[in-house]
């Protein structure tokens, strides 16, 4: 009886020290695990950290080469407007005197109601060419003579130009297709539209023989005056201005 009593303590007693051997065992993988996840965590902060200032380094290159961008184009639409402003002060000198605020008439024919802006443009052009002729055939007399007959003809080019657009189809097929233009806005008037396509097609007419491209930036820097009472921006404008300036077969 007593020697089952002892052999009983005997095995509770080692049954104890296997479980405090246990308990030892499990606490250390805990420790062991818990040191593990914090490493790997710090590793996921470096991580993070080291993509945070990747990131930032390249927004920062970004925002510097969109500045330059942006300084760059402004000096060209700059550029571009006196250039712009130079050639509609000649243009309006050549066509001064045969204008008229109330007949509006023809600086070649007198004829009211015609585009001088059109007229006036193709005369610019038409001159520089015929004096040029001019010059290489009979020398600065030539040039003289050669730049008064293309003035002439340019500006009955630019005549036909400018009569070529008309308004009112214009006005009348873009509000009938504005809607079927990928820039459309749900539930948008063509109110809001309509001072952008005006200024494609106007802007065509005063720009004959030139390109979108050669343009762009010049329509750009007059948007803010031309758009009137218009809420759009460069940005959405720009569509159904190009959209006008193409419909018009120049």
Do not use: F
Not at 79 to 85: F, G, I, P, S, V
Not at 132 to 158: E, F, N, R, S
């Amino acid at each position: 009886m007593d020697s089952d009593i002892k052999n009983r303590e005997k095995r509770i007693r080692q049954d104890l020290k296997e479980q405090e051997r246990q308990g030892i065992r499990d606490s250390k993988e805990r420790e062991r695990m818990a040191k593990e996840e914090e490493d790997r965590a710090k590793d996921a902060m470096k991580e993070r950290e080291k993509l945070a200032k990747d990131e930032m380094k390249y927004e920062e290159k970004m925002a510097k080469d969109s500045e330059k961008a942006a300084k760059d184009q402004m000096k060209d639409a700059e550029k571009q407007a006196k250039h712009d402003e130079k050639e509609r002060e000649k243009m309006n000198k050549r066509t001064e005197h045969a204008l008229n605020a109330d007949a509006n008439p023809d600086p070649i024919t007198g004829a009211p109601g015609a585009h001088p802006v059109g007229v006036g443009a193709g005369a610019t052009g038409g001159a520089a060419a015929g004096a040029a002729i001019g010059t290489a055939v009979a020398g600065p007399p030539g040039a003289l003579a050669g730049g008064a007959i293309g003035a002439i003809a340019g500006g009955l080019a630019g005549k036909g130009i400018a009569e070529s657009v008309n308004p009112t189809a214009e006005n009348k097929y873009w509000s009938e297709n504005y809607k079927t233009r990928p820039y459309y806005k749900a539930n948008t008037t063509y109110d809001v539209y309509q001072p952008a396509y005006r200024y494609g097609w106007e802007s065509r007419a005063n720009y004959p023989g030139r390109s979108w491209s050669e343009v762009e930036s010049t329509l750009r820097t007059s948007w803010p005056t031309a758009r009137g009472t218009s809420s759009m921006s460069w940005e959405e404008a720009q569509y159904p201005i190009r959209d006008a300036w193409e419909r018009i077969d120049i």
